[in-house]
């Protein structure tokens, strides 16, 4: 019995509900092909396993997957390749199959329509990981009304891109160590967001490259002098005509190995201005 036999015959018997089969009845000349003439487990019983939930909603995705929109292409230039990637996902989110609310009312659809959206393009799946789980969890879970009222609803339909300034080019994701600082002005009630050098600048930060209008940028707090720790502070980074906003740098990172789809890119703020509703300050009023 060789290696491909004993695989079929091991995976026969986590569906069988009588007794497994021996070796000897796994016909000498079985092969791949022709696994369905000694498999007896039903397929569907299998999906039901391997999608333990969510499954209606699953499949409704799937059909709208076989729109031509999401037809593999190969092959393509770098923006091409990313603006597919966007349309893809506003596809899917215009549709109603993720919402950054599924967060506090059913976690596991957010998840599952991750791992559908996967099957069909990993970019794509990448860029909804940014914008609901990273970005769109950060806001709902550390902000408040007025962050969720502002955010909430143009970030379902992907009217409004966000990504997540954590990882920094000299700390990575070591948070304590992060260098950018978010100073505050009495006098303006604002806060200034500055990347003080180049180890401090947001590194391999998703959306930013093109596509993303806000950046949670977490930062050193600053009042009075007094260091605060680390938090997160909504900062526009993108006007709605898609323009850089001032004292906002923006360099792309290019091609990778793979999921070209996504657009990585470095950030750098220069004593940028937002207000002190830009606090994400669910727990930290």
């Known amino acids: 019995m060789d290696a491909q036999q004993r695989r079929l015959a091991t995976l026969l018997g986590h569906f069988e509900t009588r007794k497994q089969p021996s070796a000897s009845r796994v016909p000498a000349s079985a092969n791949y092909s022709g696994a369905s003439a000694v498999s007896s487990f039903d397929a569907e019983e299998l999906r039901e396993l391997l999608e333990h939930d969510n499954h209606e909603m699953r499949a409704a995705l799937k059909r709208l997957m076989l729109d031509d929109s999401f037809v593999p292409r ?7 390749e990313r603006d597919l990637a966007l349309e893809r996902l506003k596809k899917i989110c215009l549709a109603g199959f ?16 991750h791992e559908v959206a996967a099957f069909c393009d ?8 940014v914008q609901f789980n990273l970005f769109g969890g950060t806001v709902l879970k550390l902000g408040t009304a007025k962050h969720h009222d502002m955010l909430l609803k143009p970030m379902d339909t992907l009217e409004q891109v966000g990504c997540f300034g954590l990882t920094e080019l000299g700390y990575g994701n070591n948070a304590v160590e992060m260098a950018t600082t978010a100073h505050y002005d009495p006098q303006t009630q604002e806060f200034v967001v500055h ?12 959306n930013s490259a093109v596509h993303a209008h806000w950046c949670v940028v977490f930062a050193q707090l600053y009042t009075k002098g007094v260091n605060h720790g680390v ?17 906002v740098r923006i360099e792309d990172m290019g091609h990778k190995m793979g999921c070209n789809g996504v657009d990585n890119g470095k950030l750098w703020f ?3 201005r937002v207000p002190r509703a830009a606090l994400l300050d669910a727990w930290s009023q």
Do not use: Q
């Open 231 to 247: 938090h997160g502070l909504l900062v526009r980074i993108r006007n709605d005509d898609m323009t850089v906003c001032p004292g």
């Open 122 to 129: 990993p970019s794509m799946a990448t860029k909804m990981t």
């Open 270 to 272: 220069d004593h940028v």
């Open 98 to 113: 993720a919402s950054v609310r599924d967060f506090r009312t059913n976690p596991l659809r957010v998840f599952a329509a």
């Open 195 to 206: 990347t003080p050098n180049t180890l401090a600048s947001k590194y391999w930060i998703t």
């Open 74 to 80: 190969y092959d393509m230039e770098l923006r091409e």
